[in-house]
């Protein structure tokens, strides 16, 4: 795969949120980015241009900070992703990823975007864009855990397999983990199977317990078949932790934290 030069003016807003550390994938094979704009008349890509006017670059960049949080090195197994075709769409969603190595597809909404502009103002769109694209690529860099099940969400009549909540609790820890999840927004409650930020905020908070827990915890879906939770957390915690030991351990942690922002200040 063709090595891209990236030559990227990155603006103070631009950098918000972001978590650096030393480069640890030094030989990072940047993907090709088909940019397509498919909603040109409307406001959404006019403000998306405004705020990212160089988005191959920008892409790139992102899918090696993703690359990053979830590999040691470049000798791990990345999966090979030579190309994104990337585009701008004028729907009510947000975005999705679609494919596999080497070809991936992301869409993402201008109809978002105006939104976004419309509820969090100028200053928090690119912060949203940058979280949504982590989220998004986390999908294109990301292990597929084996005997898990399926990506199926729960619904009224079952629960969600656990490899949908491996995937979306997964992504949303890298978005987390980089600096474009507003931790206000955690609650106690809910269950780690809830998959997105729910398990998001939980597989983040674990790397409170070992810095490279996403990274091992990623490693996990290519080591253990077949894949659960439970064997993930016990092969880096130990075999006498849970999935469900750990949920209530964080869920204290939220309470505790709640009752500390709860008490006035002193002066």
Do not use: C
């Amino acid at each position: 795969m063709k090595k891209l030069l990236i030559l990227f003016m990155f603006t103070p807003l631009m950098l918000a949120g972001q978590k650096w550390s030393t480069p640890l994938i030094g030989n990072f094979d940047y993907p090709e980015v088909n940019f397509i704009n498919k909603a040109p008349q409307t406001r959404g890509w006019a403000i998306y241009d405004s705020i990212i006017p160089d988005p191959v670059p920008f892409i790139q960049q992102h899918a090696k900070w993703v690359a990053e949080t979830l590999y040691w090195n470049d000798s791990d197994n990345i999966p090979n992703v030579e190309k994104i075709n990337y585009s701008l769409e004028d729907n009510d969603g947000i975005s999705a990823k679609s494919g596999g190595a080497p070809v991936i597809n992301i869409f993402y909404s201008t109809q978002w975007i105006e939104r976004s502009m419309k509820s969090m103002g100028a200053s928090q769109v690119l912060y949203e864009t940058r979280g949504v694209l982590y989220h998004e690529l986390t999908h294109a860099y990301q292990a597929h855990p084996k005997g898990a099940g399926g990506y199926r969400a729960p619904s009224k009549d079952r629960k969600a397999d656990e490899y949908w909540v491996f995937t979306e609790g997964l992504a949303d820890a890298v978005r987390t983990y980089n600096g474009h999840f507003d931790y206000s927004s955690r609650r106690p409650g809910g269950h780690w199977m809830d998959g997105y930020r729910t398990t998001g905020f939980f597989l983040h908070w674990l790397t409170m317990k070992d810095p490279d827990f996403l990274r091992k915890f990623n490693k996990t879906a290519f080591d253990i078949e077949p894949w659960s939770f439970d064997k993930a957390m016990q092969s880096i915690f130990g075999p006498n932790v849970t999935t469900d030991s750990l949920w209530e351990e964080y869920q204290q942690f939220l309470i505790k934290t709640r009752e500390q922002q709860k008490k006035p200040k002193q002066q």
